[in-house]
């Protein structure tokens, strides 16, 4: 068994980072099991986060959109 987590196993996040049973005083828990890490740790921005778990919801999704908008409807004009 190799030292260090494969990608895609459980001790890794999809971005290469290990996944962390407890978080840094301050730090989300769920973000830091989940993606291993939060829009608290440096570097990272709170939209980063944000997004992280929109495309983790939308990835478990069999027939989702490409975007998660809802489709603009046109209002006549006149």
Known sequence: MPDTPT???????????????????GHSIIAHQVHGWCSACPDIEVWEELLAWRNRERARMTDAPYTDRAPQEVAPRG
Request: proline share 32%; hydrophobic share 20%.
């Open 7 to 25: 990608p895609g196993s459980p001790d890794e996040a999809p971005n290469g980072r290990p996944l962390q049973v407890d978080a840094p005083p």
